[in-house]
């Protein structure tokens, strides 16, 4: 079993920056793949970002590709996104998830993750 919380969400202005934090309390952190994803009204949960148990793989949509990084710190039992040139579009609820795996490669399905945080809500004015 595994806990997560989210952190750090809020509004921001286009072109602005956040960097959302998900701390993990429970099973040892290294067992876990990490993951992002968003969720913004009457849409579907959309995977925004993942990394694998030790922080040497990694995914990212397109639509996030080369403005947002994931990254964990396993000392800290935390998983981090930072998110800069932000979009009105990036508005959403964003949650992290966690799958027990140390396989190389990050997962990018939601149906894979186990364990989920409550969110936190990004908001973007345009």
């Known amino acids: 079993q595994v806990q997560l919380v989210e952190s750090g969400g809020g509004l921001v202005q286009a072109g602005g920056s956040l960097r959302l934090s998900c701390a993990a309390s429970?099973?040892?952190?290294?067992?876990?793949?990490m993951g992002w994803f968003r969720q913004a009204p009457g849409k579907e949960r959309e995977f925004v970002a993942a990394?694998?148990?030790?922080?040497?793989?990694?995914y990212y949509a397109d639509s996030v590709k080369g403005r947002f990084t994931i990254s964990r710190d396993n000392a800290k039992n935390t998983v981090y996104l930072q998110m800069s040139s932000l979009k009105p579009e990036d508005t959403a609820a964003y949650y992290c998830?966690?799958?027990?795996?140390?396989?190389?490669?990050?997962?990018?399905?939601?149906?894979?993750?186990?364990?989920w945080g409550q969110g936190t809500q990004v908001t973007v004015s345009s």
């Open positions: 998830a966690a799958k027990s795996t140390q396989t190389y490669y990050a997962v990018r399905s939601h149906l894979e993750y186990g364990y």
């Open positions: 990394i694998n148990w030790g922080g040497g793989h990694t």
């Open positions: 429970g099973r040892t952190f290294t067992s876990y793949a």
